[in-house]
């Protein structure tokens, strides 16, 4: 039965079927032909599969998102962002990382930062002389950075639906791998700003920086009081969540008074669309898992895998290629869902840290979000740029090679990333 289900799901993939219909339908086909399975069972382990208090943080989240990117707490941080580094060289493209590092830490969801932040930082970037292909580069991996600092949508469903890692650990060592990956990108835009000799912002006084400091302190207070608050055990990541979006609607809709009923309703109707395509994948995948654990499919993976790779230097090489090329064709939940199950195991044995283990499997889909041909980030990028493939390649190049050498550190120096995991313990 596994034999057809796997090639199943490689038959619907090639003709270019939704995931979610991938992985359920191949499922459901392979346990009506060659097994005696009841298929009510498997509806029952899809319904058992988002019954989990923990997945309650993702529709939050995502609804939080959306709150901040349309109440106005993007282009505060933006300003506040300038205003501490604009004057540095290099200082408007630097401005572009911070505050999509920022931003991440607000919404969770690599696509909407880019967005957010694309739609004011690119007109701004080319005015200035940068060339459209470094520009777009910047765009699109400064956003993936979204996918490793909490509060990550990815993170969650790895820690709560596919292994038993903590969440909050997750959040906690994501904070240090998202700090490698953004400084790596600084110290690259520092050098190339400095060689091009690129123009820079007049530096900003101290009361203009205060200015902008206090403009943003409402949209700058969020990361503080989820992370805080979990860390502190105030509440959980999911009971977070639900502040979260509480927070940004009194927020947008109260404080910066850029909330109205029409647009709290339009971003209502979107949450919900991109909470359900979310879960509906997770579903899906509860009922593969499932399955293939039944045909006893990880156990022989990682005995494979024990028996054949003795070293965990070289498990995590094979790991790392085999998600940078899964990256460039998958979004980052759904290759998550599908390589999580069968490494974890194998992992397990050969002594790895689960935590470093979740936060090195981001890492890599982090960078497949910009990775072509089919990274996610290319496409929402070229929506702002109006650039093609061939342009925007030389400025992708760029970016992705100073993030290899990140996640070289991340993989192969695990306390550069669990530093703050072991300072909390």
Known sequence: MTNLLIILIILLLFISAPLFVALGLASFVSVLVLSNIEPMILVQRMFAGLDQFALMALPFFILAANIMEGGGLSDRILRWARALVGHLAGGVAMTTQVSSMFFGALSGSSPATVIAIGKIMYPELIRRKYDPSFAAGLLASAGSVSLIIPPSITLIVLGSVITTVS????????????????????????WYSKKNNMPRDKKATFGELMDATLKAFWALLIPVIILGGIYLGIFTPTEAAGISAVYALVVSAFIYREMSWKKLYQVCVES???????????????????????????????GYLTEHVGSALVFLLLLNIALLIMGMFMEGVAAIIIVAPLVFPAAMNLGIDPIHLGIVMIANLAIGMYTPPFGINIFVTQTITKLNMMEMLPGLKRFLIVQFAALLIITYIPESALFLLHLFE
């Open 167 to 190: 969440v909050g650990d997750l959040f906690t060592a994501g904070i240090g791998a998202g700090i490698i990956f953004g400084m790596a990108a600084i110290v690259y835009i520092y």
């Open 272 to 302: 919900a669309i991109t909470s359900a395509q979310v879960l509906v994948l997770v579903a899906s995948a509860q009922i593969l898992g499932w399955l293939l654990t039944r045909g006893g499919v990880p156990q022989q993976i990682a």
